[in-house]
């Protein structure tokens, strides 16, 4: 999501290199181009003139640093607007002084709100709590046993009865107390659209429970439509945040940088995914970062802590450091990172990182890795210890052996002499061929979290070193509790 986006905005910075200072027409041109890429982004009209007039002012203002470039000026005014449309901060979640807490979900038919209730209560029980799934969606058959499967992944109880959907939500929450739950996630049902029948049921039930939080579970691929349903919703129930699914789609993400400016509340979750781990709070400042591919290094790091095996990442990283790394090393290494998603998707969090590079790995599929994969399951214990003696004759029988051939076999034994280079540069945090001082990243990662990465499947790091890392402040707001 966001490429076009983020390929019209770096083009403004390019075209303003060359300046030496910033004018009225610089300004002008710049913030024509940035209307046009919000436009083309599906963003709501009067938030895109809103954003623009927002951004002037930072750029004509007393408080634009002399010290900048013009085409660093822009990004900073762009930045900073970027984060405030987003939402400004991250939403922390609190809890009732009296548990159990309240969440009610809402939604249009299709949205993905059962799938995103399985997934709010799968995150609630990594922070700790014990949820309670309420299945009060009634109307789609398959909802209640949908919700059921899922709980069962999560672990976590799911309750319904055949009675009203308000009876069931009323004694979802009842239940919750008797059994010491502290949070309850309630399912509603959904319509294909909006009518007075799904408001008054959903506005009964909200009544009737008096949630902490409710929850619109928007669809990201319906642009501004996602919009105008959250409007619709919110003047009856008074929304607290969105929540908003297929977040990884190609989508021009109009909802998401429309959500805080037409309706009033920020995007509080964001789903990235199929898989129950696919899901997590929603960074104003990292998905803005994220735009002006300025990286997202923050949710790297989390993601491979959270999805990464930490024992079999930490002992290859030490055999790595005694010298041992070896192909099976590598091959467990892969499958860790592979946990994190595709390669593309890890290099557009990385800074520095340029639309070639980000392409090339967009463009390595499941199928290369398999095949880097398969060649050296075919190689012998002796092979995968020490490739080094991987002659001729051998590097034939392993190409027949995996249904590759020689040079595919000859490039990933390259690789992995590279990869051998790259893993020592880590783990004495030098990285001298990634871009942006990337390699000082190593300390904050989990120890070999891209030793995965096969280098010549996809992008080879290069570039230029410098620039680092930057602090990231992040503020925090509690949304008003319902009810």
């Known amino acids: 999501m966001f490429d076009a986006l983020s390929d019209r905005l770096d083009a403004v910075t390019k075209s303003l290199r060359s300046k030496g200072r910033l004018t009225e027409r610089d300004i002008d041109d710049a913030l024509?181009?940035?209307?046009?890429?919000?436009?083309?982004?599906?963003?709501?009209?009067?938030?895109?003139?809103?954003?623009?007039?927002?951004?002037?002012g930072r750029l004509t203002g007393a408080s634009v640093s002399q010290a900048l470039s013009p085409g660093q000026q822009v990004v900073k005014a762009v930045h900073e607007q970027l984060v405030e449309m987003l939402g400004g901060e991250t939403l922390k979640v609190t809890y009732a002084t009296h548990p159990p807490t309240v969440i009610l979900l809402a939604g249009l038919q299709g949205a993905g709100k059962t799938t995103t209730a399985g997934k709010l209560a799968q995150w609630f029980k990594q922070q700790g709590r014990q949820p309670l799934l309420v299945a009060a969606d009634l109307q789609r058959p398959a909802a209640v046993e949908q919700l059921r499967v899922l709980g069962e992944r999560a672990g976590v109880e799911v309750y319904s009865e055949p009675l009203t959907p308000l009876e069931v939500a009323r004694k979802g929450v009842q239940i919750a107390t008797l059994k010491g739950r502290d949070v309850v996630i309630i399912d509603t049902a959904g319509r294909l659209s909006i009518d007075e029948a799904l408001m008054d049921e959903v506005r009964q039930i909200s009544d009737a429970t008096s949630p902490h939080y409710t929850f619109l579970v928007i669809d990201a691929m319906t642009g501004q439509d996602a919009v105008h349903t959250a409007r619709a919703f919110h003047d009856r129930l008074s929304l607290s945040g969105l929540i908003v699914t297929k977040l990884d789609y190609d989508a021009r993400g109009g909802a998401v940088l429309s959500a805080q400016g037409v309706v009033g509340r920020p995007v509080v979750f964001a789903s990235t995914g199929e898989k129950l781990d696919d899901f997590d709070l929603f960074h104003p400042e990292r998905m803005a970062s994220r735009i002006l591919g300025m990286g997202d290094v923050l949710t790297l790091i989390e993601e491979a802590e959270r999805?990464?095996?930490?024992?079999?990442?930490?002992?290859?990283?030490?055999?790595?450091?005694?010298?041992?790394?070896?192909?099976?090393?590598?091959?467990?290494?892969?499958?860790?990172?592979?946990k994190m998603g595709s390669l593309g998707s890890i290099m557009k969090m990385l800074p520095g990182v340029g639309k070639d590079l980000r392409a090339a790995a967009d463009s390595v599929n499941d199928k290369d890795l398999n095949r880097v994969e398969a060649i050296i399951h075919s190689m012998t214990p002796a092979e995968r210890r020490d490739p080094a003696i991987i002659n001729g004759s051998r590097r034939l029988r392993i190409a027949q052996g995996s249904g590759t051939t020689v040079p595919a076999v000859n490039n990933l034994l390259r690789q992995f002499t590279d990869m051998q280079k790259m893993m020592k540069q880590m783990a004495s945090g030098s990285m001298p061929n990634l871009p942006g001082g990337l390699g000082k990243l190593a300390g904050r990662m989990p120890p070999g979290a891209l030793a995965g990465m096969p280098g010549g499947a996809g992008p080879r790091p290069g570039g230029s070193g410098g620039g680092g890392k930057k602090k990231k402040k992040g503020g925090r707001v509690t949304p008003p509790k319902n009810g």
Do not use: N, P, W
Request: glycine fraction near 6%.
């Open 307 to 338: 999805k990464m095996d930490a024992d079999v990442v930490g002992s290859t990283a030490e055999r790595l450091m005694s010298g041992q790394f070896t192909l099976d090393d590598f091959l467990a290494q892969m499958v860790q990172v592979r």
């Open 32 to 56: 024509g181009e940035v209307r046009t890429a919000l436009l083309e982004a599906d963003v709501e009209l009067t938030v895109v003139r809103a954003f623009i007039d927002a951004v002037r």
